[in-house]
């Protein structure tokens, strides 16, 4: 941020705080949208609470858009690239929506499927 960077990667091990440290860097950062796209339900839920705890924040909405949840106004977007890269999903959001993206488990954006949503 401070060289005016537009793009970031943190490489860490499992369970060293990579979604706690984007959860500090996006409170700080005070995007008005972002959208955080990972791999596994389980892990947008996990993510959700993490934001939820570091921005204490009532004015920020955090919402799941996987499976039957479709919070799709919520400020912060948490989904699942599977349910993201769905027509009918996509046609929810303009492409410059969201000042930020996060992926967990970016090695996984070369694909196809996530390069058709980023």
Known sequence: R????????LISATGTGKTYAAAFAMREMK????????????????????????????????????GNAKYYNATHVFSTMQ?????????QYDPKEFDCIIIDEVHRAGSDSYQRII
Do not use: C, W
């Not at 349910?83 to 046609?91: L, P, Q, W, Y």
């Open 83 to 91: 349910m993201m890269g769905r027509n009918d999903v996509m046609k």
């Open 31 to 66: 995007p008005k949208r972002i959208l955080f796209l990972v791999h596994r339900e389980q892990i947008a839920k996990q993510a959700i609470a993490s934001f939820e705890r570091i921005y204490n924040d009532p004015s920020i909405t955090f919402g799941l858009v996987s």
């Open 2 to 9: 401070a060289n005016n960077a537009k793009r970031g990667l």
